[in-house]
């Protein structure tokens, strides 16, 4: 992000800390913010965020069956989202057994 940081500077920095601050050890260690990570970024279908995310997991110690299931739950959550539409499917389909 040398574009980023050349542009920007002070926003670039700003982002840095924030990203210091965040995953920085505290209720929450490194390898499960990671994990969590992970399962954002691909909700926010950010596959350079997942390998990213992925790769500091890995060093902090995660395996891949632990990032496979993080994948798994953000697959969840997003096939999970669709059940809010419910009532959007309602109206779509009139609630009968119309064909």
Known sequence: MSWFNEKTPEVAKAFAEMRNAVYKEGNLDRRTKELISIAASV???CE??????AER????????EQIAEAVACAMFVAAGSQLSWSDVYEKILGG???S
């Open 57 to 64: 997991a890995r060093k902090q110690g995660a395996t891949d």
């Open 96 to 98: 009968s057994n119309k």
């Open 48 to 53: 350079r965020c997942t390998e990213i995310h």
């Open 43 to 45: 909700l926010m279908r």
